[in-house]
């Protein structure tokens, strides 16, 4: 994608008219991830509560649009810390999904970016977010972005056998 291309590419704050294909880019988002790991449900579920992200105030669930045609989304919303954590509170990420023609564009990098001065704005410079371990892609352009690993969860299913 050329960089003219790329700067007609606009972000903003979703609406309840985005609802639909934000509905199928979560949808999407889940099917992806289902190779990541074997514990998701395999009835139909959400992740998250899109509705609710977009009339809260307090919460940036973004969208970034090419020709008036949904391509990629995000949020931020403020959490607090763990009691034993700097700083009380921080803004976690999530939702950061690209439609596969637009992907390795650079436009996850957008998008965290707006996130991070929707954060900054709200005084807060702590950002956190989560990501399966064998997403690899994911991984890399967090890193890219500046993440880094703080912890690691794992999980056993004794039903699955032991060790």
Same mark, same amino acid.
């Given at each position: &994608?050329?960089?003219?291309?790329? %700067?007609?590419?606009?972000? @903003?704050?979703? $609406?309840?008219?985005?609802? $639909? $294909?934000?509905?199928?880019?979560?949808?999407?988002?889940?099917?992806?991830?289902?190779? /990541?790991?074997?514990?998701? !449900?395999?009835?139909?579920?959400?992740?998250?509560?899109? #509705?609710?992200?977009?009339?809260n105030p307090d919460i940036?669930?973004?969208?970034?649009?090419? !020709? %008036?045609?949904?391509?990629?989304?995000?949020?931020?919303?403020? @959490?607090?810390?763990?009691?034993?954590?700097?700083?009380? @509170? /921080?803004?976690?990420?999530?939702?950061?999904?690209?439609?596969?023609?637009?992907?390795?564009?650079?436009? %996850?990098? !957008?998008?965290?970016?707006?996130?991070? #001065?929707?954060?900054?704005? @709200?005084?807060?410079? #702590?950002?956190?977010?989560?990501?399966?371990?064998?997403?690899?892609?994911?991984? !890399?352009?967090?890193?890219?972005?500046?993440?880094?690993?703080?912890?690691?969860? &794992?999980?056993? %299913?004794?039903?699955?056998? &032991?060790?």
């Open positions: &994608m050329s960089t003219k291309l790329f %700067n007609l590419i606009r972000l @903003r704050e979703a $609406t309840p008219e985005d609802l $639909t $294909t934000l509905l199928e880019f979560e949808k999407a988002l889940i099917a992806y991830e289902k190779a /990541f790991t074997p514990n998701l !449900k395999k009835t139909d579920f959400h992740y998250y509560d899109l #509705e609710s992200y977009i009339q940036s669930l973004v969208v970034a649009e090419d !020709k %008036n045609k949904l391509i990629a989304s995000g949020y931020a919303l403020i @959490r607090k810390n763990k009691a034993y954590k700097n700083p009380a @509170r /921080f803004v976690f990420l999530g939702f950061m999904y690209v439609v596969p023609e637009y992907r390795g564009s650079g436009l %996850n990098n !957008k998008i965290l970016n707006y996130l991070f #001065e929707w954060g900054r704005e @709200r005084g807060l410079s #702590e950002f956190q977010l989560d990501v399966y371990a064998p997403n690899e892609s994911a991984i !890399k352009a967090y890193k890219k972005a500046g993440f880094h690993f703080e912890t690691i969860t &794992m999980r056993l %299913n004794t039903e699955q056998g &032991m060790p």
